[in-house]
């Protein structure tokens, strides 16, 4: 009977609330009233009535007199059973959603409308809807008194649904009716939510009651700070995100920084789970029998599941229930597919019970209306939950990384010092456990649901195949499981490769950072291409490990499209072949076919998981092993407090005890609670036996670093309180381990370290100095409070003045690893002056003069150590080798090989020890002749200051490229604000172009074919199982008319229909793998073509890129941006056209089988365009954001792990605990709300694809039932639609991940921009006679230079001749241009006017690579790169070993380089860092000769070398180069007296030029004031 479907036509039908047939048994009351069935649902409609009148009245009334609670967020859910009040609403939501569909169904039945039959039920729906905005509003607001209003609808609602129920169950109506179990449900949800209220207002005392509870909302929603509200919403803005709309939304006004997205909440921050995991770790040790301390990793994964472990099951539950949910699809499918496909539509009468229809729930079941509904449900539901699963996951995985991390930080607070020094631990196996296990572990949680999903997936996945096609659906399905092993074994190929290429890829950087380091020798001596070669070299090993790379990820993305496809080949092809009457009708075919994809992908995911696990084990072996390294002797023990006289009872306490069994008894030092305790009760010893005068004694001490030998033996030492004591003796006998043997570092063998009073905070300088990377006012502050007064004497004490005026931005500028980089001395001073700055009682300054010169030196005793630390009468230890020192000393302390010589005053010495006391006198008489020949020369300090200042040139007009972007951003200009908003909501399709024009057009033109073929086949695949199964419905039907038993006999034949389904298949796999291919080929083709290009670019770049870009900025397109376009873009690439062309492609196909779907689809792409544009910018914030914050998390690691012993020293251990929580919360924080935004999108992208199932059920449908629309094709528009709901929300992630890498080409792009030097000259490389220069003979012409076309000229029209063979020496103050100068011979620099010829040839006119390899040059600061001897002096490979060793004769090198192994190819390491200062100087010398040529430049070369050096080399320049002509640029005015010709030089002119004699005997002239000045 299709009555159901088609109405009767309107004229019979008529609208009544009880319907109107003239029999009309619906108005019959002769029974009473209540046994009316239309009675019974009017009744029902009074409550519902009264919420919806009441309410707008009681909200409008309530607004005047409302008593909100002042707080930050309407958020505050404070209501006992809130969480199970939404629960039971959106339960009786559903069951209300049910009832309607009932009574729609049911009266299908009837000839009129019976209103009565669904109206009630939509009223409770809009009811229920009004009932929980009401609630939530009255509990944001904090007015419950309004909640008698609720409750008074519970008690009628609760009533009217019992006596209906009552009423059917009397006339005998039971459970087979469906209606009556809907109604029972109705009773006990009323029922519960009466309980809820009446306990919510009994609970909290608010009606009835005197006085209601106070209640005050949790801590952090009163701290205005905290904006993540995730745990505070109520449940549908948890499951929503809603919360998230204003904060995305905004990320297009203002751009996402750390200020925006405030503080984490309590329960998030890394404190409280740190407490939480130390909590489990002691529960652990409590449960454990005495003495077996729990060790091992398994005592760690017990800790973490204790910590840890019921969120986890949480998500794992949330999980299965959207897994289980999943399967709602396919059978949804089957069912709606079944039902229009039933030849036979007659359904039985319902009954008819109390005047109207009843159904059973299986005639319900029935109706493919009601199944779309139920689909669309399943669908919500199940995204909903799949994105709760995933957000509890990754937010336990971050909490645990926050908590593991500070763990870590703690252990390292507390490790031995011999762990470092010995080589046991490195910074960077430390950094390593944080940068990369911590995140191992994290990424483990976040994939840990899925461990227990996936059997469940599988199993329920294959249990359903097998019901839907039988045998043939195992062997589909063991296709798949065969495979699985296949994609494990590529995912542990693609991890090896990666990290092959990882190393090739950072020798790359080696040799980059090389060659950009000596970027300005490689030009001058025009060996740019033989270094570029060289990096060419190892950019093609690391291409052909990219090359394996790709393949593997083409296998890759192979297989997860071409083992669906394969696995439903197979599983037909059997199903047909099995069984002579294969039932193989849509509803099974596409059933199956969305099976299929379900079963696909665990298994995918499954090598993921798999790998993961594997690595978190690894990396919970490396913190076990790290958590039980020895730790040291802890003073903060209680018993050392133990106040006895008895010596004998404190002699035991420090008796030899092993350390490791010291340390496993002793319950962790890590409570945070005692922060403010910097210096509790940390006696190193009783104090009763030291006299006043001695601040630290030691008796009868044996130390040692590791088990070995002690390293000191037998120290009995005191150092006087108040006082100056010196440590001298020779290097390496201890003196530095003295002092850590006083601050407790070193493992004590015996003996005892007495402080006097208690061992308060140190003030420690190391030997090498260590500072933070922060600014030079933080460095020397160090967390003390800025005292104008004090912090200027300590700058001036230290000479620091004269660095900080070059920095651009004075003691503000950054320094360290990402700031500007200092040399070794302005380190030194910075780290004394912290020091200084210290207020503490005692100073131990280990060896501060290595690094300074003799005029610094001095200062820095007389005013920082003598004046400075002894006036304020603080003891101060000091460890020197320079003896001139000793005569300041109060107290002195000798050593020798690891034992105390002798101690005392200097007088002391003198007599007890006169030997030792004149071998002192020797040398303390020897170091102040040498002080006095070193005056004469000007200090390494100026130098310094001078390559710093170098450095500095021109940097302050440069900013590194995110600086630039903020500055942009800030900018007050409101119209100029937009733009830049609206530039960061644009897509950079620019960028976009130019990867993909690198790939070239054949390679692009393969790749979109590829594509669109292999999207068009899985179209044709689908298309075609439609048509066959259709026209085997229509062979059944035919075969049941024409009395045929199997459908064969009457003449059909699945044969044909599948080999062409086969033939589709096998193209599809085979373009399945040509698209993969096709992917992975473009992408290491770009990368290939884009790295080639840059590294051209910037080799031939001016210099002047190189002196306004810093170096890292330049390193960072080669390292982390070709990194991105090596292995990310590919991969996002190839996602993101799969995802794209699968939504267009479904698109297209629901369009095509339901053209009305044409009309949804707009609102819903608006949709999804405005989610998608807002989410892009937000998640470009955020994803900046973590990056950003995990630099100065790892950094703190790394600064910790180097200066633990200055921080232990100051007991600054809490202050350092406390940055790096903030440090933690800080990257934790940007990672939850990235989690959040992506579920915001996801969530809503899952709905608008259930959306689209929902229209698209609905209308194919109706199509089918009258307009007699194929059901095959019903099959493949359902099937598809679902497909969107997968893909849509990957197409805006892959589209948003797309955009940030993208940025790597853009960057790269911009460099690509630079104009290169003009290499070509006029005439050509032929044209220059062989041998130029012959004589060297070189006139300069009215000589302009400038650095820049836009800056002012630093050479104005100079002229000047120097003859064949002549040295001519320039001089002139810093910033006068004599370097210019220099650099105007090479073309190095743009020369505006003028010329200067060489040997009758025009310098401009020659190709710049012949100029620069004809002339040599000496630079001043000594550059060597790392290779053989032999590549240092002659890279090009062209002189002979003769020659060489000539070269390192003239260079006084020959017997150092003989005593080396390998002589000429004994290796240099990066930077010459093997040879000292003087030696690289001199390797340059000998360089420089090795070319040979007529004309040789200096430039400052003795600027950075001893006095004896400079003498050897000023002789080999008169007799090694007699007939050359020498230009020298001297910064000592005494090394070129002896020249040929002296120029002086001021601010670009020529002020004097002359014979030095001439100019000497002149008295205003320039050069001899130079000269006495220099003297």
Sequence with gaps: MISRYKPSPSSTMSLAFCGNENNSSAYNVDRGVLNNGCFLDALNVVPHVFLLFTFPILFIGWGSQSSKVHIHHSTWLHFPGHNLRWLLTFVLLFILVCEIAEGIVSDGFSQSLHLHLYMPAALAFMAGITSIIYYHNIETSNFPKLLIALLIYWVLAFIMKTIKFAKYTEHGIGPRQLRYCITG???????????????????????????????????????????????????????????????????????????????????MRALTNYIKLRKAFEDQKVSKPQGTAPQGPKWIWQALRRAFGRPLILSITFRFLADLLGFAGPLCISGIVHHISKDNRTIQQPKRLLGIYFISSKEFLENAYVLAVLLFFALLLQRTFLQASYYVAIETGINLRGAIQTKIYNKIMRLCTSNMSMGELTVAQICNLVAIDTNQLMWFFFLCPNLWAMPVQIIVGVILLYYLLGISALIGATVIAVLAPVQYFVATKL?????????????????????????????????????????????????????????????????????????VLTTFVVHVHISEDADLSPAVAFASLSLFHILVTPLFLLSTVVRSTVKALVSVQKLSEFFSSDEIGDEQEPSAMVTSTSSNHNQNKYQAVPLKVVNRKRPPRDDWNSFGSAGQCDGDGPSQDTDQDTCIRITSGYFTWTDGPPTLSNVDIKIPFGKLTMIVGQVGCGKSSLLLAALGEMQRVSGQVVWNRKRGPVAYASQKPWLLNTTVVENITFEMPMIKPRYKAVIDACSLQPDIDILPQGDQTEIGERGVILSGGQKQRISVARALYQTTGVVFLDDPFSALDIHLSDHLMQEGILNMLRDEKRTVVLVTHKLQYLPHADWIIAMKDGTIQTEGTLKDIQKSDPELFEQWKSLMHRKDQEFEKETVAESVTDLERKNLRRAMYSREAVRTEEEEEEESVESEDDDNLSQVMRQRATIPWRSCGMYLSSAGVLLLSLLLLSQLLKHSLMVAIDYWLAHWTSHVISAKIEATARNCSIVQDCGFSHSWYLSVFSVLCCLGIILCLATSVAVEWTGHKVAKELHHNLLNKIILAPMRLFETTPLGSILNRFSTDTNTIDQHIPTTLECLSRSTLLCASALGVISYVIPVFLIALLPLAITCYFIQKYFRVASRDLQQLEDSTQLPLLSHFSETVEGLTTIRALRYEPRFRQRLLQFTDANNIASLFLTAANRWLEVRMEYVGACVVLVAAVASITNALYNHLSTGLVGLGLTYALMVSNYLNWMVRNLADMEVQLGSVKRINGLLKTEPENYEGLLTVAQVPDGWPHEGEIKIQNLSVRYDATLKPVLKNVNAHISPGQKVGICGRTGSGKSSFSLAFFRMVDMFEGRIVIDDIDIAKLPLQTLRSRLSIILQDPILFSGTIRFNLDPEMKATDEMLWEALEIAQLKPVVKTLPGGLDATITEGGENFSQG?????????????????????????????????????????????????TIAHRVHTILNADLVIVMKRGIILEYDKPQALLEREDSVFASFVRADK
């Design 1479 to 1527: 030696q690289r100087q001199l390797f340059c010398l000998a360089r420089a000769f090795v070319r040979k040529s007529s004309i040789l430049i200096m430039d400052e070369a003795t600027a950075s070398i001893d006095m004896a050096t400079e003498s050897i080399l000023q002789k080999v320049v008169m007799t090694a180069f007699a007939d050359r002509t020498v230009v």
């Design 185 to 267: 449900l109705l009773v006990l949800l009323y029922g519960l939510l009466l309980t809820v209220e009446i306990s919510v207002i009994r609970g909290r005392r608010y009606m009835c009651f005197a006085n209601p509870r106070e209640v005050k909302p949790p801590e952090d929603l009163q701290d205005l700070g905290v904006r993540f509200l995730q745990p505070f919403v109520n449940l549908l803005s948890k499951a929503t995100y809603w919360w998230m709309n204003t904060f995305i939304t905004s990320a297009h006004r203002r751009p996402i920084d750390l200020k925006v997205i405030g503080k984490l909440p309590i329960a």
């Design 495 to 567: 991890s090896h490769t990666q990290k092959s290429t990882l190393e090739y890829s950072s020798e790359r950087l080696k040799k980059t950072n090389e060659l950009l380091r000596g970027i300005k020798l490689l030009k001058l001596y025009a060996w740019e291409r033989i270094f570029c070669d060289s990096v060419e070299e190892t950019r093609e090993k690391e291409l052909t490990s990219l090359k394996a790379f790709a393949l593997y990820s083409s296998v890759s993305i192979f297989m997860n499209a071409a083992i669906p496809i394969a696995a």
